[in-house]
């Protein structure tokens, strides 16, 4: 049921989330005052359910992703939470894999608003509390929740991690989270929790999180990368029963496939094998290795936007076709020159797309010039469509990547042309 002053309140989702925007004097404003203070306000208990936190440079959203799709699959009834959103608000919110519906998340954000009282809440911070309230309506077993940035300021922080997950830690959102590999570790390290295990995949920097760990009492375990058999399989590092049973190569990264199993694990959950088998052939992603068939054209899809998740598409994609059509669209504070050096492996021909993100959009110009890329080597659009369509016509795989919003305005391009 709607508050009593619904009638105050936005009557659709995208009124509400228009109204956000401006809400709040910045974007982006961490820290943890303001959330908790409103969270109080709502009267939730999570206290009976299990809390799975997922923070990383890379990974963490197909992490996140698998460990609750491997839980339904094992019975659990969960919530997950991830962001950004590619077409619709409402992806960003699943229960039991379903995202809940718009009439939902509006009711929710009017519940919100009104206890918020005086309290000035970001875009996040007031979509997160919306996200937790129909979580705790629906009396659930488990949460997983990807961190938005970083981790210990974070909004999703103010709930206690059962099990606190780092995937990897790279240079990126370095104005937030600081300019140094060691800084970036302890910040998404500040999810970890008292007596709780702080599963971390990262290889770099172990001190800061062995550190972290033995500040706040976490019981850490670096989880190291299963090795590929030569028939393409893996086995399992993770304690679960499964002995050597291999398997194959996941949809997903591999490393998101075994720290999701690893997860499970903690949370005392004994998997079934086929069960296994089934959640990692059957999930996917958008935006994620995503693969679209247009116009005779094979198009993929991912949100690479830093050069470790470049180099990784780059490496899944290199033995599809000897050239690909690169179609990138960054922000205006990432590494173009690390990106591109990292997708050189595909021997690319190159369309650059603007990208109008605010404060953060980048012409094509200004990303040839930040890329290192000659002039003469490139294709300058301000029209993503445009670069689609010219494209399809050059007989090559195309690769869309550099953004969240450059890959959800090719989805929607493919969805509507």
Not at 97 to 111: E, F, K
Not at 246 to 253: I, T, V
């Amino acid at each position: 049921m709607p508050p009593e002053d619904w009638h105050n309140s936005p009557r659709t989702l995208d009124a509400w989330l228009q109204r956000l925007e401006t809400l709040h004097p910045k974007d982006i404003d961490l820290g943890l005052d303001r959330i908790r203070a409103v969270w109080s306000r709502l009267g939730h208990d999570f206290s009976a359910t299990r809390i799975v936190t997922v923070a990383g440079t890379n990974g963490k959203g197909s992490t996140a992703t698998l460990a609750a799709e491997l839980l339904r699959a094992h019975g659990w009834t969960v919530g997950l939470y991830t962001s950004p959103h590619f077409l619709h608000f409402t992806e960003r919110v699943v229960i039991n894999g379903q995202p809940v519906s718009a009439a939902a998340m509006v009711d929710a954000l009017a519940r919100v608003e009104q206890v918020r009282a005086e309290v000035s809440l970001t875009y996040f911070e007031f979509t997160t509390l919306a996200a937790f309230d129909l979580f705790a309506r629906a009396g659930l077993q488990a949460l997983v929740l990807e961190v938005g940035l970083g981790g210990r300021l974070d909004a999703v922080n103010i709930l206690a991690a059962d099990c606190a997950v780092v995937t990897t830690i790279g240079l990126d959102h370095t104005d937030w989270l600081g300019d140094t590999l060691a800084a970036i570790a302890r910040e998404k390290a500040g999810i970890a929790r008292a007596g709780k295990p702080l599963l971390v995949g990262a290889d770099q920097v172990p001190e800061v999180f062995t550190a972290v760990a033995a500040e706040v009492g976490a019981q850490l375990r670096f989880v190291s990368v299963p090795t590929l058999t030569s028939a393409g399989s893996w086995h399992t590092t993770a304690e679960l029963g499964l002995g050597q049973t291999p398997f194959s190569l996941p949809a997903l990264p591999l490393p998101s496939a075994n720290l999701a199993l690893e997860v499970l694990a903690e949370l005392g959950v004994t998997c079934d094998p086929e069960r296994v088998r089934q959640v990692f052939a059957a999930t996917r992603m958008p935006g994620r290795l995503q693969h679209i068939r247009w116009r005779e054209t094979d198009i993929w899809l991912d949100v690479a936007h830093n050069p470790q998740a470049a180099a990784w598409v780059a490496g899944r994609l290199r033995m599809e076709a000897p050239r690909w059509t690169i179609i990138l669209g960054m922000l205006g504070d990432k590494d173009a020159n690390a990106v591109v050096q990292s997708l050189a492996i595909l021997n690319p021909q190159w369309s650059l797309v603007s990208l109008d993100a605010g404060t953060r959009s980048q012409s094509a110009e200004a990303l040839q010039q930040r890329s290192g890329l000659a002039a003469t080597e490139v294709a300058c659009y301000d029209s993503l469509t445009a670069a689609l369509h010219d494209a399809a016509e050059a007989g090559h795989p195309v690769l869309v990547c550099g953004s969240f919003y450059t890959v959800a305005a090719a989805l929607a391009c493919l969805q509507t042309d």
